[in-house]
């Protein structure tokens, strides 16, 4: 059965602290995507990895792909209250299909 | 550009009555999508379509029914409506390879 994993499922941190949220799937696809959605609101991009070994930046996030571990993570650096919201995501169910299969989020908090 | 919209933006249904919600695109991709979101549930895809007049199966697909007539707009259909169908649907579109955007949202709620 195909799975898409991610952990933590929630994360409370305090401001100016780091922190990693991993996402592990089971399928072969090559290419990850990265969504953020606020508290009743609708998903926006964040970050697009199209590749083994593609790294991704912007701002306090940074994202990255390791399709041989089935892996990517997405790195918080220095968090602001402002990335408070739940961050998904998205592999191909079987690579080059478009048929997205969505981890169940994860639910970040910045204290402040 | 409107981006992605979705119509009606709430509804209540009783069980049994049928619906059709619609998502129209202006940016004129080939694949667009429906979702369906439920607490702690992440997205589960109901059904997607790679191109005009083409539609398939997504991970949840029993109880609806979708069609994509013009490249532009992608239906979805509650023949007979359940409880278990009550759910926050999204709808996205996108290009070949690159991110999906998203409409607002419908809120559906069956009594």
């Known amino acids: 059965e195909l799975k898409v994993e991610q952990n933590p499922l929630f994360l409370s941190m305090q401001e100016e602290k780091n922190y990693t949220i991993y996402c592990n799937y089971s399928t072969t696809s090559d290419r990850l995507y990265w969504y953020r959605q606020d508290p009743g609101k609708s998903l926006e991009s964040l970050f697009v990895?199209?590749?083994?070994?593609a790294v991704k930046q912007e701002g306090r996030l940074m994202a990255s792909l390791d399709t041989k571990a089935r892996l990517s993570t997405l790195h918080i650096t220095a968090a602001v209250h402002d990335l408070s919201a739940t961050y998904f995501c998205a592999v191909d169910h079987t690579s080059g299909t478009y048929k997205y299969i969505f981890g169940t989020g994860t639910r970040l908090k910045v204290l402040a | 550009n409107a981006g992605v919209t979705q119509t009606p933006k709430f509804r209540v249904l009783k069980t049994g009555q049928s619906m059709t919600l619609l998502c129209a695109q202006d940016?004129?991709?080939?694949?667009m999508y429906w979702y369906r979101q439920d607490p702690g549930m992440g997205l589960r895809l109901i059904h997607y379509?790679?191109?005009?007049?083409?539609?398939a199966k997504g991970e949840v697909p029993d109880g609806y029914n979708v069609s994509r007539l013009k490249k532009q707009n992608f239906l979805l259909g509650l023949e007979s409506a359940a409880p278990s169908q009550t759910s926050v649907y999204f709808c996205?579109?996108?290009?070949?390879?690159?991110?999906?955007?998203f409409g607002p949202g419908t809120r559906l709620t069956v009594t």
């Open positions: 379509s790679v191109g005009e007049g083409t539609t």
């Open positions: 996205a579109s996108s290009t070949t390879l690159w991110e999906q955007y």
């Open positions: 990895l199209l590749s083994n070994g």
């Open positions: 940016m004129n991709h080939e694949y």
